[in-house]
């Protein structure tokens, strides 16, 4: 009985002090899924090696839900740090001034692929844009016409690709890396499969038009995964033709159970990543509130440490990971930037 | 069932031939009927019950295994502290090159060239990086091992531990997969002297969260949710036996009891999520609570538990005989005193059931503390329930995601921890139930 009125009165003091908010000492970040793992590396090398600062805790739950706490205003009741998969956009800002966030710093950390890869025991995949926005757009052009998709397998898209049913598991709607996919490769197959005349010319607002490039089919040949990268490998466990979208990393980590097909061509790898040739990358960022910088205990610190080479440089634990590292003349842009106080 | 048979018999005989027709036989075949019904839907639970635990303790006892190498290390004082300055800078210590003392006696063990840096690379990448902090703690801890050599048992990286346990296809081509042949002829060889070997997995009960699959445990989740559980159990079980007893036995039945009722029974149905967004709302943007912090997580799962509670303990309290309350009013006792000394005390093994199943129902629960940000990478220990912590099922669902391979067996090794936490505390209840049970 003791220890439990001990407990009822603790928790009443405690409930008492968090109204107050206790100094907080520990640096909060929340996000992306897609950079959770490279912040993940960080914050714990952060905490070995400055055992004066606590490790800071990272959340994950995706950009966009991030980027709103983020810009819920400043102050110890607020997280310090956004990671995100994609640019921060404009009505994001907005709503950040809106509640006080005005000095945003925004800090790129390196880039991501996006590659496709199907079951290890499949034959070479070699795709290009037009071949994929083919087999998943809602509706393709067949004869100068604009039609409902038509096409049930990749061989009748292209006979050199595989006499299988179409299956292609991509990411949902709430990833940063599903407008990626939409933006380089359904966007670039669309105009090389010369759709975009044909659309242009059946609807006249552009929006909606270019709306219409990127939308994907819903007759169950293509999935939506909500989840992460793992249920989309659970599915292509489950079906051994399917095509799943995942991040380099994700395949690099798991490259002996799949098979990564090429696109125009190119092998994703962080060399061509690296270099360009390799279409379908994206940058990744964070952004980090400045008012809480010198406040919060070790933030500027974290940062420091982020950017330097032994985290985001080729070497470095996080591009082991998968993370393909900024050009050289980039990343020491990206640190001047952040000393000198840049804002968004 | 023998039984069973012999009436079957006497109508066929010939005794019954001219009796009329009710149609016993038919009777009897329906109740065989439904009782293999019965039987086949019991079959069909256990087996998929079978299915799901052979799934989850087939992919997880691994992971109470980690592969271990036993090196002696030497703390050599050039690479620790050459200028000697450990007396006056004590914190120099703290940033020793420390996995070098690691490379250099594995190089040793395994007489490797020194100069064939990515011989030298390949070998020091067997080792988990955490020794960084296993051997600086070594040295802070005690710094007269500097110029000593002593055994240390270190863990190895993720993937020598999944090919060592077997999960990872040698087979597949070496530029496919993490592990290099010549890494896998060094653990052969290490694992024949003995030096290699699997050992119990301490760690996944005691580390935080890590991205390093070998040095990651269920430690601070474990915390998280045992704090979790007291603020539930403290806040919910007062709460909800003080307002059961009241809408119970007190309050005049009229409508606004009856919505009450109706409410609170819509409340244990509704979708914990909901919870989680309340608890966002009201604990952390209005009443300003730390983000994070296992207090908002215990209050939101109160709040989700509450009405399971309630109408746990309201059956249990109409379940005690009228008997009991008519005779102790009759020999003078006031209605607070029939309560409190008679009924309640008659309904605690049905309270404590509910209340257990209650938490055993939040003790598994991860939709309503996503919102309250405690789905999150939590490295350090809660000191008090304020500080970032997480949950047992929260970890489940961030492994569950992880990338590499050695997450697998971790993700089913933390389902079989948390399953049994969940078998003993329904356990407890069904013991409590046993024990204080009175028939009438």
């Known amino acids: 009985m003791k220890v439990l009125k001990l407990t009822v009165a603790a928790l009443v003091a405690s409930a008492a002090f968090a109204g107050a908010a206790a100094a907080r000492d520990q640096i909060q970040v929340a996000g992306s899924s897609t950079v959770l793992p490279y912040a993940k590396i960080v914050a714990e090398t952060f905490g070995e090696t400055f055992p004066d600062f606590k490790t800071p805790v990272v959340e994950s739950g995706g950009s966009s839900a991030g980027l709103k706490e983020f810009c819920k205003g400043v102050g110890e009741d607020t997280i310090d740090i956004a990671n995100s998969s994609r640019k921060i956009k404009d009505s994001e800002i907005e709503a950040c001034k809106a509640a006080g966030v005005t000095e945003i710093q925004e800090i790129k ?4 692929g996006i590659v496709f890869a199907t079951d290890a025991g499949n034959a070479d995949l070699a795709l290009k844009p037009e071949q994929l926005y083919k087999a998943l757009a809602a509706e393709v052009v067949v004869d100068g016409k604009l039609v409902a998709n038509p096409y049930k397998k990749w061989s009748e898209i292209d006979a050199s690709l595989p006499d299988a049913e179409i299956a292609a598991y991509i990411p949902g709607e709430k990833h940063g890396t599903r407008e990626v996919f939409e933006e380089k ?77 090429t696109v125009n061509g190119i092998v994703p790898s962080t060399e061509t990543i690296a270099s360009g040739e390799y ?13 809480h910088l010198g406040v919060v205990p ?10 330097d080479d032994q985290m985001i440089g080729p070497d470095s634990p996080l591009a082991e990971y998968g993370l393909v590292a900024a050009p050289d003349a980039e990343r020491e842009e990206i640190r001047k930037a952040f000393a000198a106080g840049n804002l968004l | 069932m023998t039984d069973l048979a012999s009436p079957a018999v006497m109508v066929s005989s010939r005794s019954a031939e001219n009796r ?32 799901l635990l052979w799934s989850v303790v087939s992919k997880g006892y691994t992971a109470f295994q980690q592969t271990t190498i036993t090196l002696p290390i030497e703390f050599s004082e050039k690479v620790i502290d050459p200028k000697n300055e450990r007396a006056t800078d004590p914190k120099r210590l703290q940033t020793v090159n420390y996995p070098v003392l690691v490379r250099d006696a594995l190089v040793k063990q395994l007489g490797i060239d020194p100069k064939k840096r990515p011989l030298v690379k390949q070998a020091s990448d067997m080792v988990s990086d955490s020794v960084r902090t296993q051997l600086r703690d070594i040295v802070v801890a005690d710094p007269s091992v500097i110029g000593k050599t002593i055994p240390v048992t270190l863990l190895a990286d993720a993937n020598i531990d999944s090919a060592f346990k077997g999960q990872i296809d040698l087979k597949v081509a070496e530029s496919k997969r993490k592990v290099k042949d010549q890494q896998v002829a060094w653990m052969n060889e290490l694992a024949e002297a003995g030096v290699l070997k699997k050992s119990f997995n301490t760690g996944i009960f005691s580390f935080g969260a890590s991205s390093r699959p070998e040095a990651a445990g269920v430690g601070v989740a474990l915390v998280g949710s045992a704090y979790m559980m007291l603020i539930v159990l403290v806040l919910s079980l007062p709460i909800g036996v003080a307002a059961s007893i009241y809408l119970e036995e007190f309050a005049p039945k009229n409508r606004l009891t009856d919505l009450i009722e109706v409410n609170i029974n819509n409340l244990a149905a509704v979708p914990s999520i909901v919870y989680g967004l309340l608890g966002l709302a009201v604990f952390v943007n209005f009443a300003g609570m730390p983000r994070s912090a296992a207090l908002v997580g215990g209050f939101v799962l109160t709040l989700m538990t509450l009405p399971t509670i309630i109408i746990a303990t309201r059956a249990a309290l109409k379940a005690v005989p009228p008997s009991i309350r008519s005779a102790a009013l009759g020999l003078g006792a006031s209605k607070m005193q029939t309560i409190f000394h008679h009924v309640l005390p008659l309904a605690m093994p049905g309270i404590l059931t509910g209340t257990i199943i209650g938490l055993a129902h939040a003790l598994g629960e991860t939709a309503p503390l996503l919102l309250i940000g405690m789905v999150a990478f939590v490295v350090d220990y809660p000191g008090s329930p304020l500080e970032p912590s997480t949950a047992l099922p929260v970890q489940i669902y961030m492994w569950a995601n992880e990338a590499e391979r050695a997450f697998v067996e971790r993700t089913s090794g933390a389902i079989i921890i948390l399953l049994i936490f969940l078998v003993f505390m329904n356990l407890g209840a069904i013991l409590l139930r046993r024990r204080f049970e009175r028939r009438w």
């Not at chain 1, 990358?281 to 952004?287: D, E, I, K, M």
């Open chain 1, 298 to 307: 070790g933030l500027k610190e974290y940062v420091e440490f982020f950017v």
């Open chain 1, 185 to 261: 490769i359904l966007a670039h197959g669309c105009k090389d499969a010369g759709a975009v005349d044909v659309i242009k010319a059946a609807i006249s607002d552009e929006k909606a038009a270019a709306k219409k490039c990127v939308a994907v089919r819903k007759d169950g040949l293509a999935v939506d995964i909500d989840g992460d990268y793992t249920e989309t490998l659970a599915r292509i466990a489950s079906n051994k033709s399917g095509i799943g979208v995942f991040g380099l990393s994700f395949y690099e980590n798991n490259a002996d159970k799949l098979k990564v097909a």
């Open chain 1, 109 to 112: 950390i390196g880039y991501d």
């Open chain 1, 279 to 291: 279409p379908v990358s994206r940058p990744l960022f964070f952004y980090v509130k400045k008012a």
């Open chain 2, 20 to 51: 009329r027709d009710i149609g016993i036989k038919r009777r009897y075949a329906a109740e065989r009927r439904f009782r293999a019904y019965g039987i086949s839907a019991i079959a069909i639970g256990l087996f998929f019950l079978a299915v």
